[in-house]
């Protein structure tokens, strides 16, 4: 961890309202250190291209130095790694991209300067024909030789079944949070984010107690993008967030590939559109993405899954399973009729998923697989 009055300074640039990234690095290229530009006379501010007088004033205040010293605190406490634009471990790719954050807060042991990494998007309404493209892409990566990360949202759908095939099939994955560490949102997924800073991570560009708001969703897609030398999308209606990670990518000269879909699907119009434009290539399958990226494939080395005949359940497990033998359930019934809560229901779910003994459906429904 560096020096810690130095990451106030840093912490402090990025909450000053009006101030983004570009006008962050400017005021900081033009004065040459960032303790210089909280130390700066606001008629020198007002000349760095970008800022103005209203910025200039909001940057003398410092009242965001407070806010700062605070969040200094919560990382120390919670032992969270910190990238600065300017530190050599900054993530390389997202380096390279005009508008990435100023500083990134993060917490896990995947790299997140791994030789590949993809981005896997898409919708919220995930189908089973996309959740079952997920889950292929995965395994079939599972069994090269190659290391690779996969980073997403963590959001509904596509975003956590991508995750949660990385976790199933012993993948190094980063969930994009929109928000602090401080929080996990949708709280259902709180079980998923827990495996993944086991093998993987979390990472954010807002500061602990962020209010949870919908802008913030489509601004944390710029870092989802530019973490991957890729972004795949799986399943997308004909807008969303998924297209907007697949423009952002297209915009930092990044591959963007999509899984086509039937005309008539809903939740396919997007990927069609973005292939119909050509904003998208046309993939099938992992070996689509290893030919167009020009991927090195060398003879993989699959990996050896152990089955059991016998799966030995728990008793909350062995409640679930007896429960959905007699149809699908919503989480919240399994909740209620289960008398576990929620947070034990959820994370029992996720392992029975993991045991391939149910399936999520869209709704946040149920079924034995």
């Not at 899984?259 to 050509?278: Q, V």
């Not at 991927?295 to 089955?307: E, G, H």
């Amino acid at each position: 961890m560096e020096n810690t009055e130095n990451l106030e300074y840093k912490i402090a640039i990025s909450l000053i309202p009006g101030i983004g990234a570009v006008t962050a690095r400017n005021l900081i290229a033009y004065i040459g250190s960032v303790e210089g530009v909280f130390q700066e006379k606001e008629k020198n501010l007002m000349k760095i291209p970008g800022v103005g007088e209203v910025n200039a004033q909001r940057v003398v205040r410092q009242d965001v130095l407070e806010r700062a010293k605070r969040e200094v605190e919560f990382i120390l406490k919670n032992k969270i790694t910190t990238y600065f634009y300017l530190d050599d471990n900054y993530p390389a790719r997202l380096k390279n991209c005009s508008d990435a954050p100023i500083i990134l807060f993060y917490r896990g042991n995947a790299n997140l300067n791994e030789r590949r990494i993809i981005s896997v998007v898409g919708t919220r309404n995930a189908t089973s024909y996309g959740k079952e493209l997920c889950d292929e892409l995965i395994s079939n990566i599972s069994q090269r030789s190659y290391p690779l990360l996969v980073v997403s949202g963590l959001a509904y759908g596509i975003d956590v079944h991508a995750h949660k095939a990385c976790l199933k099939y012993d993948i190094p994955t980063v969930g994009v949070f929109a928000h602090g560490l401080d929080t996990i949102y949708p709280a259902l997924h709180a079980p998923v984010a827990a495996k993944m800073l086991e093998k993987g991570g979390l990472i954010t560009d807002f500061i602990s107690s962020t209010k949870i708001d919908r802008q913030n969703f489509l601004r944390r897609n710029r870092i989802i993008a530019g973490l991957a030398d890729a972004t795949i999308i799986v399943e997308s209606a004909e807008k969303g967030g998924a297209l907007v990670t697949a423009d952002i990518a297209n915009s930092y000269n990044r591959d963007v590939f999509a899984f086509p879909g039937r005309s008539n699907d809903p939740f396919s119009k997007g990927c069609n559109k973005l292939i119909k434009l050509n904003e998208a290539v046309l993939i099938e399958n992992l070996a689509d993405i290893e030919k167009a990226m020009n991927w090195d494939v060398k003879t993989p080395s699959a990996k050896i899954v152990q089955t059991s005949l016998f799966v030995e359940l728990s008793a909350e497990e062995e409640k679930i399973i007896n429960l959905l033998k007699g149809g699908d359930r919503f989480v919240d019934e399994i909740t209620i009729e289960t008398q576990l809560p929620m947070s034990k229901v959820s994370s029992t779910l996720l392992g029975l998923e993991f045991k391939g003994m149910v399936i999520s459906l869209p709704g946040k429904m149920y079924r034995l697989k």
